[in-house]
């Protein structure tokens, strides 16, 4: 029988600077009231320009390595934002230099939003697969704020966006928590949808691609996304949702605790009704926003310190990601 392989910590951390829901209302348009009962914000941490992607999962890895020899983790691994410090430039060398992980090998895994519940899969493959690991650190970091247009009504829309960092140490031998099964949609024909239009090799950066705005995400269609997406994506949360606990062999019966992104309201109370779950019986991120594929692992960190979770209590770690991709991982705790 093998050991059990679960996540054993995790940590956060979150820039100083704080934008309300009424400086977003000054900025968009938007009256406070919506922004806080329709989009579900109350506010968001923004970092100023010293603070990167990498610093941001640099800084919410310390309290566990302060914890954990940085010297016993074996691997690092980068799940946060792809809007990184620079572009075609890996920061998990620089997040493991910074942190004196000097045993470990470190490398990305990028699936934009809904990367975290697949990180949690590769972690736990890697543990049963190479019985010389003991320990992986999943690391990430969102400044995914600075990417808004907020003069663009395709872009500022998504002004929940935001930053932070989270972390999760991964191992072999867990004793508080087990991770489970896992289950994955994607569907390419979204592929177009949402990106940054310029910057990568199909617009390359030029003065024009400054001057026309080119370097913020965008929708290119947003009624052709919304009529497209609008009718699958619920569904697609509740598949890979119930399909991650079947094949650890359980039901939505037994799920107690849910840890999605963060989305508008009614979308989160959908969720919740097709599970049959209350709002307590979840982590809903209405004081910290969107960050990436950050937003399970922030909220797991969130009912941790609240003690929101019980000994044997059955939690999914759920999240979707532009292109699209909807991921679910199931988690079983200990302790």
């Avoid at 309300?20 to 009256?31: F, M, N, Q």
């Avoid at 890697?126 to 995914?144: P, Q, W």
Wanted: glycine share 6%; with cysteine; charged share 20%.
């Amino acid at each position: 029988m093998r050991d059990p392989i679960g996540i054993e910590a995790t940590s956060v951390y979150f820039p100083n600077q704080v934008e309300t829901a009424a400086s977003l209302a000054d900025k968009t348009g938007i009256p406070e009231k919506v922004i806080i009962d329709k989009f579900g914000l109350y506010q968001k941490h923004v970092s100023d320009r010293k603070e990167h992607a990498s610093d941001l999962a640099i800084e919410a890895a310390r309290p566990i390595l302060s914890k954990v020899d940085p010297l016993s983790i074996d691997v690092v691994i980068y799940f946060g934002s792809p809007h990184k410090d620079y572009y075609v430039w890996s920061s998990s060398a620089k997040i493991s230099y910074e942190l004196g992980t000097k045993n470990a090998y470190a490398f990305e895994l990028m699936n934009v939003s809904s990367c975290f519940p697949i990180a949690l899969k590769v972690a736990k493959d890697m543990l049963i697969s190479d019985r010389s690991i003991e320990n992986i650190l999943l690391v990430g970091g969102c400044k995914e704020s600075q990417i808004v247009d907020y003069n663009n009504p395709r872009s500022r829309f998504m002004f929940n966006f935001a930053d932070g960092g989270a972390a999760a140490l991964v191992k072999r031998g867990a004793t508080k928590s087990e991770i489970l099964e896992s289950s994955f949609i994607t569907d390419g024909s979204f592929h177009q949808d949402v990106l940054i239009p310029a910057g990568g090799s199909v617009n390359f950066a030029t003065h024009d691609t400054v001057e026309n705005r080119m370097h913020y995400i965008d929708v290119t269609n947003p009624a052709s996304m919304k009529e497209r997406l609008d009718p699958i994506s619920i569904p697609n949360f509740h598949r890979v949702i119930q399909q991650s606990l079947e094949k650890s062999g359980l039901t939505i019966a037994d799920l107690q605790l849910l840890f999605p992104l963060h989305t508008k309201r009614s979308m989160f109370q959908q969720l919740l009704e097709g599970l049959n779950l209350t709002e307590e019986q979840s982590v809903y991120l209405d004081h910290f926003g969107h960050m990436s594929a950050l937003d399970p692992c922030v909220g797991l960190h969130v009912a941790i310190k609240k003690n929101q979770i019980k000994k044997g209590d059955i939690t999914v770690a759920v999240s979707a990601g532009t292109g699209y991709t909807w991921a679910a991982t199931t988690i079983k705790w200990n302790g």
